[in-house]
């Protein structure tokens, strides 16, 4: 059973930076991709960032692409996701998730981000 833990969310201006984090437990972590996704109010959780399970590729929303970046540390078992020149659409609350099985199978509790004009 792997359990994903987020961290790092807040309130921050727009234009600011924030780094999120997911750490993880329970099966062997480097053996996954892994990925951030984010719902806004009133709207459908949507993909941000993935990364596979070494770390050599990643992908992004288009609406992401050049502003965040994703990481991860296989030896702490923990996933990134680095957040730079935030928008206030940006605001959400952002979840990290295990691929196991080919689908995105496993989530964390979430993380809000609230970014302010």
């Known amino acids: 059973q792997v359990q994903l833990v987020e961290s790092g969310g807040g309130l921050v201006q727009a234009g600011d930076s924030l780094r999120l984090s997911c750490a993880a437990s329970?099966?062997?972590?480097?053996?996954?991709?892994m990925g951030w996704f984010r719902q806004a109010p009133g709207k459908e959780r949507e993909f941000v960032a993935a990364?596979?399970?070494?770390?050599?590729?990643?992908n992004y929303a288009d609406s992401v692409k050049g502003r965040f970046t994703i990481s991860r540390d296989n030896a702490k078992n923990t996933v990134y996701l680095q957040m730079n020149s935030l928008k206030p659409q940006d605001t959400a609350v952002y979840y990290c998730?295990?691929?196991?099985?080919?689908?995105?199978?496993?989530w964390g509790q979430g993380t809000q981000v609230t970014v302010s004009s």
């Open positions: 990364i596979s399970w070494l770390g050599i590729n990643t």
């Open positions: 998730a295990a691929e196991i099985g080919s689908t995105w199978s496993t």
């Open positions: 329970g099966r062997t972590f480097s053996s996954y991709a």
